[in-house]
């Protein structure tokens, strides 16, 4: 069992940044692929960036690339989705989730944190 915790959420104006984290519990993180994905009220949950479990990989969205770094730190447990110049597009619950199978069907998934840009 994993059990993903998001954290860094908030208000934040067009333009400027936030840092998400997510944290795992468990001695398996480092054999999970992670991604970051986020859904507005209304509509389907949507892919934004993924690592592969060495962190030597990574892939991310048209809408989000050059703006947002996903990045791990297996050693604590840890997956970062660093966000700099954010759209009001860009408010959504994003959701941290850890996969051995690929992303149609994560293994496991957080409760999520809310990001709310500003314009």
């Known amino acids: 069992q994993v059990q993903l915790v998001e954290s860094g959420g908030g208000l934040v104006q067009a333009g400027g940044s936030l840092r998400l984290s997510c944290a795992a519990s468990?001695?398996?993180?480092?054999?999970?692929?992670m991604g970051w994905f986020r859904q507005v009220p209304g509509k389907e949950r949507e892919f934004a960036a993924s690592?592969?479990?060495?962190?030597?990989?990574?892939f991310y969205a048209d809408s989000v690339k050059g703006r947002f770094t996903i990045s791990r730190d297996n050693a604590q447990n840890t997956v970062y989705l660093q966000m700099n110049t954010l759209k009001p597009e860009d408010t959504a619950v994003y959701y941290c989730?850890?996969?051995?199978?690929?992303?149609?069907?994560?293994?496991?998934w957080g409760q999520g944190t809310q990001v709310t840009v500003s314009s």
């Open positions: 690592i592969s479990s060495s962190g030597s990989s990574t």
């Open positions: 989730a850890a996969t051995q199978r690929g992303w149609l069907n994560p293994d496991y």
């Open positions: 468990g001695r398996t993180f480092s054999s999970y692929a």
